[in-house]
Nanobody, 124 residues
């Protein structure tokens, strides 16, 4: 089992940047597929980006070219660099982990382990 804790959310103006971090417990972090999801008020949780074992990365079309997912296995941490933020990026952002999630557009149900979320608010 792995425990996840996000940080780095906040309030930023449109066009600005934020970097989210997700620290994981456990000794097998490098074996997990890691994902970022977000959920805006009144909407379903949606896929943002994923990194599968450090080799494969996938992005939602809405964030391609603006967001970058990366991981540091030595620090048990996955990051989401968010640039050129837009008001529609406002949401609670969650990181997720599990083994063997290879889908390019995973559903939240494919991940068993979740962090508590961090709020990102982009003002216009």
């Amino acid at each position: 089992q792995v425990q996840l804790a996000e940080s780095g959310g906040g309030l930023v103006q449109a066009g600005g940047s934020l970097r989210l971090s997700c620290a994981a417990s456990g000794r097998t972090f490098g074996s997990y597929a890691m994902g970022w999801f977000r959920q805006a008020p009144g909407k379903e949780r949606e896929f943002v980006a994923s990194n599968v074992n450090g080799r494969l990365t996938y992005y939602a079309d809405s964030v391609k070219g603006r967001f970058t997912i990366s991981r540091d296995n030595a620090k048990n941490t996955v990051y989401l660099q968010m640039n050129t933020l837009k008001p529609e990026d406002t949401a609670v952002y969650y990181c997720a982990a599990d083994f063997g999630v290879y889908s390019s557009n995973p559903h939240p149900s494919e991940y068993r382990y979740w962090g508590q979320g961090t709020q990102v608010t982009v003002s216009s």
